[in-house]
């Protein structure tokens, strides 16, 4: 019983009032536990909806249930071999309510998975999920079921009277486990604590499992990505220099593709291209034009608006729902400009964020054409027009997808003039340092989208090869030069 009494003194003696406030302080309690348990399921939520990588959730776990459950904690991941067993433990949060015994939980959560045995509590709980209580006499108990050595002295000065460990579960799996230790002055964990902790569980197991899944779907979207994305060719005195970055976020990997590769006549083709989407069947349908457009251009030798053009008829006559926006270009050189070193790129652009050149003196400008055609796939009765450029030794072009100059906090010109300065301030570079300087002054910490480079740069041709551009990798059936005649048969 719980009674709210007042005293006062009065004429006739001290006057004394009782109430019995019993039920009003059980709501008043109920209502402090119901807070407590908000504010930290809350805290919960923000820590696990915060990241998608499970080290960082796991660690940020560790220091928002202690203290409020416990005077130190640690959490483990369970994760899978590569066979799909999943029983590889890995203890990666860790908390105390004692900044001075930190590093000791730090250095027994490093050494306590390789001395735990198949009878500790973990392994337990591991094994059959739910809950495991140590009520008492947790150092004891817990030293039993460690391997001798540094694990065993550790635990032995932390010193936890009580212990509770409880398994995270995912859709059918165990994705990892929380210790949670008392010292005797705190005492076992109470039922309520208890039941908050086995909420936290099952949502830190669920969270885990999600991304768990997120990792397989990266690394099974990347992976298709990257294995339609080749190494490009190498012709005589044109270096070609690629980069792939893929979108933080799994379910942005998608459909932007480059290519470079060379036709019957010697002419090297440069394509850029962002299929419309950003998922894996994006990359699917990438790969399915990225093919067809290669395969056009080696079949039939098409300059890039006719090229363009046969794949809207292509696919169109296979009724495939592809939209992309794309640049095609091609690099050719004339009899009479070889000895001047000088190149021709001709390229025609559908819909996409025109390529940038830096000239030999490091002037950097943007292809830009007349017009700019609709993307590939809307109709095949588009037009597709071509523009050229004559480009000098020591020219570089970069060719690029959007995601490279597009963010949401700022607009595509934006973005454009950026990559402009950022070309200006690292044109001197060796080709292939300035594609990671650009990357490294253009990438924003969260991709939304992924992003492909190609980037091409003109050598002399007066002299040898430079070793920088590495050795020429051609088809062995096309020519390593351009004939006196690329429009000879």
Not at 50 to 75: E, F, I, K, S, Y
Not at 122 to 127: A, D, H, K, P, S
Not at 375 to 389: D, F, N, Q, V
């Amino acid at each position: 019983m719980t009674y709210d009494v007042h005293a006062w003194p009065g004429p006739d003696g001290l006057g004394v009032y009782f109430q019995d406030i019993t039920a009003r302080r059980r709501t008043e309690l109920a209502a402090e536990r119901h807070a407590r348990r908000d504010a930290l399921l809350s805290e919960v939520g923000t820590c696990l909806s915060g990241t998608l990588d499970a080290t960082q959730a796991l660690d940020r776990l560790a220091d928002v249930l202690v203290p409020t459950l416990a005077d130190w904690c640690v959490v483990t991941l369970v994760e899978d071999h590569p066979d799909g067993n999943p029983r590889r433990l890995r203890d990666i949060g860790t908390a105390h309510h004692d900044a001075s015994a930190r590093p000791l939980v730090e250095r027994y959560a490093s050494l306590r998975v390789a001395a735990l045995t198949d009878d500790s509590f973990v392994m337990r709980t591991l094994r059959r999920g739910g809950v495991t209580r140590v009520p008492g006499n947790a150092t004891d108990s817990i030293r039993a079921v460690l391997r001798p050595g540094e694990a065993r002295d550790l635990i032995t000065e932390l010193a936890p009277d009580t212990a509770t460990v409880l398994a995270l579960e995912g859709r059918g799996r165990p994705t990892g486990l929380i210790t949670l230790f008392n010292g005797p002055d705190r005492g076992p964990l109470p039922d309520d604590d208890l039941a908050l902790a086995q909420d936290v569980a099952a949502r830190a197991g669920l969270a885990l499992d999600n991304m768990r899944l997120y990792r397989q779907q990266r690394r099974l979207a990347e992976g298709l990505q990257r294995s339609l994305l080749t190494a490009p060719v190498q012709p005589d005195h044109l270096q070609i220099s690629v980069r792939y970055v893929p979108a933080t976020e799994a379910a942005q990997v998608g459909g932007d593709w480059y290519d470079a590769f060379l036709q019957r006549s010697g002419d090297t083709v440069l394509v850029i291209g962002d299929v419309v989407g950003h998922d894996i069947a994006a990359a699917a349908k990438m790969g399915e034009i990225r093919s067809m457009l290669r395969g056009i251009a080696v079949a039939t030798g098409a300059g890039p608006a006719e090229l363009l053009r046969e794949v809207d008829l292509t696919l169109e006559t296979l009724r495939s729902e592809v939209v992309a926006t794309t640049v095609v270009a091609r690099i050719e050189q004339s009899a009479e400009q070889e000895p001047r070193s000088e190149r021709t790129v001709r390229w025609s652009n559908a819909g996409h964020p025109p390529p940038m050149v830096v000239r030999a003196d490091g002037k950097v400008e943007a292809l830009t054409a007349e017009r700019t055609n609709l993307l590939l796939g809307i109709t095949s009765a588009a037009p597709r027009t071509e523009s050229t450029a004559i480009l000098e030794a020591g020219s570089t072009v970069l060719f690029y997808t959007d995601g490279l100059v597009e963010r949401r906090d700022r607009s595509l010109a934006l973005g454009q003039a950026a990559l402009v300065t950022a070309l200006e301030s690292v044109a001197e570079l060796e080709l292939e340092d300035l594609c990671d300087e650009v990357l490294l002054r253009m990438l924003p910490p969260n991709r939304q989208d992924d992003i492909a480079i190609v980037a091409v740069r003109l050598h002399p041709q007066d002299g040898p090869r430079p070793p920088e551009a590495g050795p020429n990798a051609v088809p062995d059936d096309v020519p390593d030069d351009v004939p006196d005649d690329p429009t000879a048969p």
